[in-house]
């Protein structure tokens, strides 16, 4: 946290002339509140977009009143009828831990933020280990499924955290593996060095730059699907079976923390794909035409409108199938385009 509160002090110079308490402090509100406005706009559009793709899907027309003809406002008021509505607690629940469990998985998103580069020396904060920081502060999402879903007093929230449990814990060992293998390429753990190893045009894109590497982008992004919950990997909130799972009986503002995590991570999830993948802030050309932050956020909601399209494509797997492709399918064959990786590098490059 030290390194974090340095690097923004260091980069915003009006800090450096406070005393270093009220530094400290100006930096971390500073940073806390860009990160979450960035959450909340994101989440908003891929509310408004995910309504309108699966409309168009459909054949429907999706939101067209609130907000004129695209019904751009139509998110927003819901937003806003959201935050009015009643906190209800059930009375048999556990107060506390029903309180706190919303917060814990809002705060496993954001705290993602802090480590993500936007573009070439633009970050919140440059870590040494920031894949691995990454790594670490966003399974802490689950720890809040799972007390909210226990403290819930609901059967139906009970079964959800359960499945939680053992879906995302089990789908962060393919993702995880997926990403060690462009860590061992590139040689670094800083996200910073791993987007500037892109640079050059589409070729240099880890994505293409071994056969491993691109199978290990695609079960990267499949796993991950799996630990944000999406279609076909929903089981957790699975509302035929389970109501509405975990969350079943969160209303107003607790509700709308879950909410925000869920879509919020889809942006994640993206943005991580586009840094250790598809070339970070590069754009597809040896030279930059456009700004860094252009090109990653760019890509980001590209791949995000991929996610979208899958959740209104493909059927939710049953549980057992859910487990059989965790364990039986995409943990293998990480362990495979990990040593293919690690071979290549000894053959080709002699490291």
């Not at 879950?258 to 991580?272: K, R």
Request: with cysteine.
């Amino acid at each position: 946290m030290k390194e974090f509160i340095d690097g923004l002090i260091a980069r915003w110079g009006f800090l450096q002339s406070m005393p270093p308490q009220v530094s400290y402090f100006v930096a971390m509100a500073i940073a806390t509140v860009l990160a979450f406005a960035f959450m909340a706009v994101c989440a908003l559009f891929f509310v408004w977009t995910e309504r309108k793709i699966s409309a168009r899907i459909q054949s429907r027309l999706g939101p067209v009143y609130t907000g004129g003809k695209f019904g751009w406002a139509q998110t927003i008021a819901d937003a806003l009828k959201l935050l009015m509505k009643e906190d209800t607690r059930p009375s048999s629940a556990d107060q506390l831990l029903f309180r706190v469990a919303p917060v814990i998985t809002f705060m496993g998103t954001l705290l993602v933020f802090a480590a993500l580069p936007f573009g070439d020396r633009i970050a919140a904060a440059n870590l040494d280990i920031g894949i691995f920081f990454i790594l670490a502060v966003s399974s802490l999402g689950v720890i809040g499924i799972i007390m909210g879903g226990w403290a819930s007093n609901n059967k139906w929230s009970l079964y959800g955290g359960m499945r939680a449990a053992s879906q995302i814990i089990s789908y962060e060992i393919p993702v995880a593996l997926s990403l060690i293998g462009v860590v061992m390429y590139t040689g670094s753990l800083n996200l910073m060095e791993i987007g500037r190893s892109q640079a050059g045009g589409i070729w240099h894109w880890n994505l293409f730059r071994s056969p491993f590497l691109f199978a290990g982008g695609l079960v990267y992004f499949i796993a991950a699907l799996a630990e944000i919950n999406r279609t076909p990997f929903d089981l957790p909130e699975a509302e035929s079976e389970l109501v509405a799972g975990f969350n079943t009986e969160y209303s107003g503002m607790k509700f709308a923390l879950f909410f925000l995590a869920e879509f919020a991570n889809m942006f994640v999830i993206a943005a991580i794909a586009t840094v250790m993948f598809l070339g970070a802030w590069h754009s597809f050309l040896p030279w930059d035409i456009l700004p860094g932050p252009i090109w990653i956020i760019g890509k980001s909601f590209a791949l995000v409108f991929v996610i979208q399209w899958i959740r209104w494509t493909l059927p939710r797997l049953r549980v057992d199938q859910l487990m059989h492709v965790c364990w039986k399918v995409l943990i293998p064959i990480s362990l495979v385009l990990l040593i293919g990786v690690g071979v290549q590098m000894w053959v080709f490059h002699g490291r």
